[in-house]
């Protein structure tokens, strides 16, 4: 079993949309990263959470410590917000351990 | 605003060369972390430095090496190198804080090829 797992794997969605994606961890963390990889590979930084929650745009992170989970929240989704979501923890090190990402496609 | 610097951002190398992939750190981060995407799968930890010292190593081979310079650049070495060894190599870096949680902000990576 994977010390992170995303869900879903595959998302598909209408512009306009409200989309979840969900992080479930299974180790003490420190902080945990939402991260966006477009098809051409680089990877962005969306949040760094630690606690709460955290809104920039229309994007919203919220976690849960005591549930070892966490949320990534798309408001009035786009077709360029197409990508892969990757969750990633950091423990006791500064190393991340990623998530097996969401894909997500939205059509116009 | 400054971002982290990858090159070369493509390399094909064959089998058995070897290869060196470079990273340039956001100015005044002082950790650099390098992680390998291969094909279809999530990154993986290779090994991370903060000042010029190895601080953290993960599931590296013994044919890579890595270091840190003293102007913060680090570079990742890789001998011998094997079909599997083709994968997206992205490099990371971060301020310490003296907290737990510094930011890494990611490269665009370096799109290795053996062939």
């Known amino acids: 079993k994977n010390e992170v797992e995303q869900s879903p794997q595959n998302l598909t969605a209408q512009e306009g949309e409200f989309i979840t994606i969900n992080c479930s961890y299974s180790?003490?963390?420190?902080?945990l990263h939402w991260l966006q990889q477009h098809p051409g590979g680089g990877i962005v930084s969306l949040f760094m959470?630690?606690?709460g929650k955290k809104k920039h745009g229309r994007l919203i992170a919220t976690i849960n410590i005591q549930e070892k989970h966490s949320s990534l929240h798309i408001t009035a989704s786009h077709p360029r917000d197409s990508a892969v979501y990757i969750c990633?923890?950091?423990?006791?090190?500064?190393?991340?351990?990623f998530g097996t990402g969401t894909r997500l496609q939205v059509f116009p | 605003a400054a971002g982290v610097i990858q090159s070369p951002r493509h390399l094909i190398k064959e089998k058995r060369e070897t290869a060196t992939l470079k990273c340039y750190p956001i100015?005044?981060?002082?950790?650099v972390y390098w992680y390998q995407q291969g094909p279809g799968q999530d990154p993986q930890f290779l090994i991370s430095?903060?000042?010029?010292?190895?601080?953290d190593k993960g599931s590296i081979p013994d044919r890579f090496s890595a270091q840190q310079f003293s102007d913060y650049h680090s570079e990742l070495n890789m001998s011998s190198l094997e079909l599997g060894d083709s994968a997206l190599y992205f490099c990371?870096?971060?301020?310490?804080?003296?907290?737990?949680?510094?930011?890494?902000?990611f490269g665009p990576g370096t799109r290795l090829t053996v062939l």
């Open positions: 990371a870096s971060s301020r310490y804080s003296g907290r737990a949680g510094n930011e890494q902000f």
């Open positions: 180790v003490g963390i420190s902080a």
């Open positions: 959470l630690s606690s």
């Open positions: 990633a923890v950091r423990g006791n090190t500064d190393k991340l351990i």
């Open positions: 100015p005044r981060h002082d950790t």
């Open positions: 430095f903060y000042e010029k010292m190895q601080s």
